[in-house]
């Protein structure tokens, strides 16, 4: 089994959750982890993802966090396989992020990278308005989110299962409390 992790937008391989993610997984030999630096463009992010997906065939299950939630659940949709999602971006939050198009030092490695119209015009492709496996779908979010609406996330995965919490914040502080729940969630 392996188990695909997806960082957000402009981050990478090198964040916080996917080193304690990585770290829980090699500890526990639970599955193999695979953590993309994911493209600026977010249709070559699906493309990347779909044959990443494709070729492991059904043994995978995928998480993703903010932006990284958006890619997860369209492939999750897409290919019928299990996804977590951590204060994931939802399609009602696309209509108000077009402050993300220009330029943008990453978080992690500090390459410049410019985030253009089209690949904003590309978020709306690569993402669904209705689950239609919703069951397939774990959703945390933290309350104190103060980067997205999470009216708009508890909306968008009303029939999914959920964790919920008061306070925390867009990072989704101590994740690592749940990473039993979320592989047991992932591999099962």
């Given at each position: 089994?392996?188990?695909?992790?997806?960082h957000g937008?402009?981050s990478?391989?090198?964040?916080t959750k996917?080193?304690?993610?990585s770290?829980?997984?090699?500890?526990?030999?639970?599955?193999k982890v695979?953590?993309?630096?994911l493209?600026?463009?977010?249709?070559?992010?699906?493309?990347?993802?779909s044959?990443?997906?494709?070729?492991e065939?059904?043994?995978?299950?995928?998480?993703?966090?903010?932006?990284?939630?958006?890619?997860?659940?369209?492939i999750?949709?897409?290919?019928?396989?299990?996804?977590?999602?951590?204060?994931?971006?939802?399609?009602?939050?696309?209509?108000?992020?077009?402050?993300?198009?220009?330029?943008h030092?990453?978080?992690h490695?500090?390459?410049?990278?410019?985030?253009?119209?089209?690949?904003?015009?590309?978020?709306f492709?690569?993402?669904?308005?209705?689950l239609t496996?919703?069951?397939?779908?774990?959703?945390?979010?933290?309350?104190?989110?103060?980067?997205?609406?999470?009216?708009?996330?508890?909306?968008?995965?009303?029939?999914s299962?959920?964790l919920?919490?008061?306070?925390?914040?867009?990072?989704f502080?101590?994740f690592?409390?749940?990473?039993?729940?979320?592989?047991?969630?992932?591999?099962?």
């Amino acid at each position: 089994m392996k188990l695909l992790y997806l960082h957000g937008f402009n981050s990478s391989p090198e964040s916080t959750k996917a080193k304690i993610f990585s770290q829980f997984l090699s500890k526990n030999n639970k599955a193999k982890v695979l953590i993309p630096t994911l493209p600026y463009s977010p249709k070559d992010t699906i493309e990347l993802l779909s044959n990443m997906v494709e070729k492991e065939k059904s043994q995978i299950s995928i998480i993703g966090s903010s932006l990284g939630g958006l890619y997860a659940s369209f492939i999750s949709e897409k290919y019928k396989i299990k996804s977590v999602v951590i204060n994931p971006v939802v399609p009602n939050h696309l209509k108000k992020m077009e402050s993300i198009i220009g330029e943008h030092i990453n978080f992690h490695t500090k390459e410049k990278n410019f985030f253009s119209q089209s690949d904003y015009n590309e978020l709306f492709a690569c993402s669904i308005s209705k689950l239609t496996n919703p069951l397939n779908h774990l959703c945390l979010v933290q309350l104190g989110d103060e980067v997205l609406d999470h009216t708009l996330t508890l909306e968008y995965f009303k029939n999914s299962f959920a964790l919920i919490e008061n306070g925390g914040n867009h990072q989704f502080d101590s994740f690592e409390r749940y990473l039993q729940l979320i592989v047991d969630f992932m591999m099962n």
